[in-house]
Protein backbone atom coordinates (compact mmCIF):
# COMPACT_ATOMS: atom_id res chain seq x y z
CA UNK A 1 0.00 0.00 0.00
CA UNK A 2 1.04 3.50 -0.94
CA UNK A 3 -0.22 6.73 0.95
CA UNK A 4 0.05 10.46 0.33
CA UNK A 5 -0.23 12.85 3.56
CA UNK A 6 -0.66 15.99 3.53
CA UNK A 7 -0.33 19.00 5.85
CA UNK A 8 -0.10 22.52 6.44
CA UNK A 9 -3.44 24.32 4.97
CA UNK A 10 -4.72 26.50 6.88
CA UNK A 11 -6.23 30.42 7.22
CA UNK A 12 -4.39 33.07 5.90
CA UNK A 13 -4.91 36.03 5.15
CA UNK A 14 -4.08 37.72 1.97
CA UNK A 15 -0.49 38.71 1.44
CA UNK A 16 0.14 35.74 3.90
CA UNK A 17 2.51 32.83 3.09
CA UNK A 18 1.97 28.79 3.57
CA UNK A 19 3.61 26.24 3.35
CA UNK A 20 2.49 22.85 2.63
CA UNK A 21 3.98 18.96 3.33
CA UNK A 22 2.72 15.76 1.45
CA UNK A 23 4.88 12.56 2.34
CA UNK A 24 4.60 9.50 0.60
CA UNK A 25 4.67 6.26 2.77
CA UNK A 26 4.28 2.58 2.51
CA UNK A 27 6.23 -0.03 -0.18
CA UNK A 28 7.81 2.28 -2.84
CA UNK A 29 10.56 1.51 -5.09
CA UNK A 30 10.84 5.09 -6.69
CA UNK A 31 8.65 8.51 -6.77
CA UNK A 32 8.68 10.18 -10.37
CA UNK A 33 6.81 13.22 -10.71
CA UNK A 34 5.22 15.54 -7.94
CA UNK A 35 2.82 17.33 -7.92
CA UNK A 36 0.16 20.00 -6.45
CA UNK A 37 -3.45 20.50 -7.62
CA UNK A 38 -6.17 22.29 -6.22
CA UNK A 39 -9.86 22.44 -6.65
CA UNK A 40 -11.40 25.95 -5.91
CA UNK A 41 -15.43 25.92 -4.69
CA UNK A 42 -17.46 25.74 -7.72
CA UNK A 43 -14.44 25.39 -10.06
CA UNK A 44 -12.61 22.00 -11.68
CA UNK A 45 -9.68 20.90 -10.66
CA UNK A 46 -5.80 22.54 -11.94
CA UNK A 47 -2.51 21.57 -11.97
CA UNK A 48 -0.74 24.11 -9.58
CA UNK A 49 2.61 23.07 -9.77
CA UNK A 50 4.84 19.64 -10.52
CA UNK A 51 8.60 18.79 -9.83
CA UNK A 52 10.57 15.70 -11.49
CA UNK A 53 12.80 13.55 -9.91
CA UNK A 54 15.46 15.87 -11.22
CA UNK A 55 14.02 18.78 -10.16
CA UNK A 56 12.29 20.51 -13.24
CA UNK A 57 9.70 22.40 -12.36
CA UNK A 58 6.30 23.73 -13.68
CA UNK A 59 3.87 26.04 -12.98
CA UNK A 60 0.54 27.59 -13.06
CA UNK A 61 0.92 30.82 -14.59
CA UNK A 62 -0.66 32.82 -11.99
CA UNK A 63 1.29 31.86 -9.46
CA UNK A 64 4.49 31.70 -11.10
CA UNK A 65 6.72 34.00 -9.06
CA UNK A 66 4.57 33.18 -5.81
CA UNK A 67 4.64 29.65 -4.98
CA UNK A 68 7.76 27.54 -5.21
CA UNK A 69 7.52 23.95 -4.86
CA UNK A 70 10.46 21.33 -4.31
CA UNK A 71 10.87 17.71 -3.22
CA UNK A 72 13.28 15.47 -0.92
CA UNK A 73 13.60 12.61 -2.21
CA UNK A 74 15.46 10.99 0.60
CA UNK A 75 11.99 11.91 2.77
CA UNK A 76 9.22 10.57 -0.52
CA UNK A 77 8.02 14.76 0.51
CA UNK A 78 7.10 17.16 -1.54
CA UNK A 79 6.61 21.02 -0.28
CA UNK A 80 4.75 23.90 -1.90
CA UNK A 81 5.67 27.25 -0.11
CA UNK A 82 2.65 29.67 -1.20
CA UNK A 83 4.31 33.72 -0.70
CA UNK A 84 1.62 36.82 -1.45
CA UNK A 85 -1.45 34.28 -1.10
CA UNK A 86 -4.76 36.22 -2.74
CA UNK A 87 -8.42 34.89 -2.08
CA UNK A 88 -8.43 33.76 -5.23
CA UNK A 89 -6.11 30.77 -3.85
CA UNK A 90 -8.51 29.81 -1.59
CA UNK A 91 -9.17 25.84 -2.91
CA UNK A 92 -8.67 22.20 -1.49
CA UNK A 93 -4.98 21.22 -2.06
CA UNK A 94 -3.82 17.70 -3.30
CA UNK A 95 -1.05 16.02 -3.40
CA UNK A 96 0.22 13.63 -6.96
CA UNK A 97 2.75 11.36 -6.86
CA UNK A 98 4.09 9.11 -10.16
CA UNK A 99 4.82 5.71 -7.77
CA UNK A 100 7.08 2.66 -8.91
CA UNK A 101 6.30 0.04 -6.21
CA UNK A 102 8.80 -2.02 -7.67
CA UNK A 103 11.48 -1.90 -10.21
CA UNK A 104 9.57 -3.95 -12.92
CA UNK A 105 6.11 -2.05 -12.39
CA UNK A 106 4.87 0.74 -14.37
CA UNK A 107 4.40 3.91 -12.02
CA UNK A 108 1.41 4.75 -10.74
CA UNK A 109 -0.55 7.80 -10.06
CA UNK A 110 -1.59 8.15 -5.68
CA UNK A 111 -3.26 11.35 -4.54
CA UNK A 112 -3.55 12.70 -0.97
CA UNK A 113 -6.74 13.23 0.77
CA UNK A 114 -6.43 17.04 0.31
CA UNK A 115 -5.88 20.21 2.48
CA UNK A 116 -8.01 23.16 2.66
CA UNK A 117 -6.65 26.75 2.24
CA UNK A 118 -8.46 29.73 3.17
CA UNK A 119 -7.39 33.02 1.90
CA UNK A 120 -9.31 35.65 3.54
CA UNK A 121 -8.86 39.10 5.62
Known amino acids: QVQLVESGGGLVQPGGSLRLSCAAS????????MGWYRRAPGKQRELVAT???????RYLDSVTGRFTISRDNAENTVYLQMNSLKPEDTAVYYC???????????????WGKGTLVTVSS
Open 26 to 33: GSIFSVNL
Open 51 to 57: ITSGDTT
Open 96 to 110: NANIKRTQYWNGVDY
